[in-house]
């Protein structure tokens, strides 16, 4: 396709430029990037009234037109971001080691960036500066694909982003927008491979399942969560009630919520009836094992798909098992390796839950609902990570780079 | 297919043995395999004895029959290979950094095993040891899909292995071979992402593409290197003949030996003669643009495909250019992010190669054949990966190994 093949030339372009680009540079344009978008505020607030109403048109649910419509403090939040992101520490340059070898040459592995990042995501016009911020921040030219239905506002924001690359003399290219409602472009986009060095899926399961089967371009899995807590036969019940009230009504509708408990046969009858009058107040609905019905009326029987259910809804399964093991062999066969909890006093117990758990975030005595790039510390994420390879768990500006070996000689050859 | 399903099934039981298995533990089943290797010493050199006699009549090439054959020298040093990654540090627990968060909550990122690997490669039986060496002591499975032709070899190799893995009372699906010489099996082995983390093709570059297209686990891409020496007006020409003989004929065949020299005018009419003289001696074919072959008559007119060529053989392009700029231009644009080198005394210079080279080991005054696990310092390799998701350049236990989050609270709800 000539259209996509233009944009991934002036990528490539853009990339090389990008990797020598000064912190400090980066910093100004961001800086730029965010005076661009305030002073845009007409235009894309007039691009996002489009947009919006064609959806309201095509009778979109409220909860995704929430999502789709900007106001004048959406757009300073995210003028505000890309501030942000520019106060966060360069990734780019970093050395993690560098040490002489017997032959004198000298190596270090020194942090890049990864050099064109590709996103797709949904109808949330808001992604399309954090992306850029995040990409631009660790050196990477960003080519979003945002959905459809956001095709005005990402235009309109990109446009004026795009002010501030040009008023700094640097290609274009470094951001750039697939323009285009074409579903075959969206599927061709995916196959970028010659010119993209990522591609990172950003929305619900639908999406990035799509994504991870029809990508040729190596993908980052981000999203799923069908998170556990599980409460140990020693656990303070209190606290367990309020983690799991919290990691499940906080908010509903994100990946680090608890969508199912787990719980030790021996403190089941004492926990269960509390944990159904604490949730009653959030009109929770509590779907459990043969013993949990049993324990308490309250609790309706689920089915074997509720294992494995991300519910995203005021729902919550709840399994009883006999011990640890048993309890880490469900979680383990059920979850999506994003964010899994033990409520427990037991030293021995927590240590092996911390072990032999398999997930991007495994807490003691904590909400999953930590799991977040500004919680743990990173400043801002790009996404959460559910797979193994590059990165796991909350994105950071580090997440976005690579690595190379530097190294440094003075005439050695190889014997 | 039922037969890899199965194998997946295993490899998934195995798994949670091997994430908690001590290093201790980990590294006395390597001395017994390594005993079990030796031992088996007769049945493995039955086997190879039938791949080779058939590989004969098939009519394998003399140098493949090389890498194919066994000898109780060879088997020795397989299970000296296995002693060697026992001796080394362990990657798994490793605490890359921990803090403390202002709401008490302590998060730390810990190195963990990836869990099953598959590995992919040709006829060449010592990398069934070296491979299940490494992925043992990183922590995970190993799932080995060998050449057809190592067939026999293979399968005694991977019995004796599994014997010390079976005397330990560790669960033989640690170690898996796919028995099969059928190509649909092979093809179906690449589409395991239910079971494999990752899929690591080890071998020539037409192996490497078929994987990379074919396979759904995501891959890791090792090997093919077009490798450049690019020697600067301001070089030490003694220098820069030095690096250029070792890294094109030290040993032609690999990945990290140089396939091109870029050279600046200003030094070509001085420096191309010696280098013909040079590399006569090793009876190179040396292949030039049109101001190359004026100034030495005795090399031959490039074509465009030679710039993209990895050889692997006694032949050699040269490609003369007006300044850096142009040096690194057309490096990045025929590269295969490999590992690339500039010879020169200019400080400004070396810094701009280090920096503007988009590739996975940038040399200032050495040879590229340095781009190894063992001359990096790691102990061992299972490859070198010219991606940039993941490992970049030489692979050893660390890149088997993925991160996770480990969260220590007390009681801790998001607000």
């Avoid at 599980?230 to 908010?251: F, W």
């Avoid at 994105?395 to 050859?413: A, D, P, S």
């Amino acid at each position: 396709m000539e259209y996509l093949d233009k944009i991934g030339r002036l990528a490539k372009e853009a990339e090389r430029e990008l990797r020598t680009l000064s912190g400090g540079r980066k910093n100004e344009i961001l800086e730029r990037a965010a005076v661009e978008l305030m002073a845009a505020e007409e235009a894309i607030l007039a691009a996002n009234a489009k947009d919006m109403e064609a959806a309201r048109a095509r009778g979109m649910s409220p909860g995704l037109l929430d999502r789709l419509a900007l106001n004048p403090a959406r757009i300073r939040s995210m003028a505000d971001g890309l501030r942000q992101v520019a106060a966060l520490e360069d990734p780019v340059g970093e050395v993690l080691w560098m040490k002489k070898r017997p032959n004198g040459l000298l190596i270090g592995q020194k942090r890049v960036p990864l050099g064109v990042v590709g996103i797709i995501y949904e109808a949330r016009p808001n992604v399309t500066a954090d992306a850029f911020g995040l990409c631009f921040k660790s050196g990477n030219v960003a080519v979003l694909k945002g959905g459809s239905d956001a095709i005005h506002s990402n235009r309109a924001i990109v446009e004026a982003l795009r002010r501030a690359l040009a008023e700094s003399n640097l290609s274009e290219g470094a951001l750039q927008l697939v323009d285009s409602t074409d579903r075959q472009v969206t599927t061709e986009f995916m196959k970028m491979d010659a010119y993209l060095d990522v591609l990172i899926p950003r929305g619900g399961a639908g999406l990035i399942r799509t994504v991870v089967r029809e990508s040729t371009v190596p993908v980052i899995e981000t999203g799923t969560g069908n998170c556990h807590v599980y409460v140990d036969a020693s656990a303070d019940l209190t606290m367990a009630l309020n983690i799991i009230d919290n990691a499940k009504t906080q908010r509903v509708g994100v990946c680090n919520a608890c969508e199912s408990v787990v719980i030790h046969e021996a403190v089941a009858r004492e926990f269960l009836p509390q944990l159904c009058d604490r949730l009653a107040s959030h009109h929770v609905e509590i779907r459990g094992d043969e013993m949990a019905c049993r324990v308490d009326g309250r609790i309706l029987p689920a089915a074997e798909e509720d294992w494995g259910m991300e519910y995203l809804d005021y729902i919550l399964s709840v399994k009883t098992v006999k011990s640890l093991e048993e309890a880490v062999s469900h979680i383990n066969r059920y979850n999506t390796g994003h964010s899994e909890a033990i409520v427990t006093r037991d030293y021995e117990n927590a240590q092996r839950f911390l072990d032999e758990i398999d997930a991007a975030a495994v807490y003691v005595n904590a909400s999953t609902r930590f799991t977040d790039g500004g919680e743990f510390g990173f400043g801002a994420e790009i996404g959460i990570s559910t797979q193994k390879l590059h990165a796991r768990g909350p994105m950071g500006l580090r997440e976005l780079t690579t690595t190379k070996y530097v190294i440094y000689g003075n005439g050695q050859v190889r014997p």
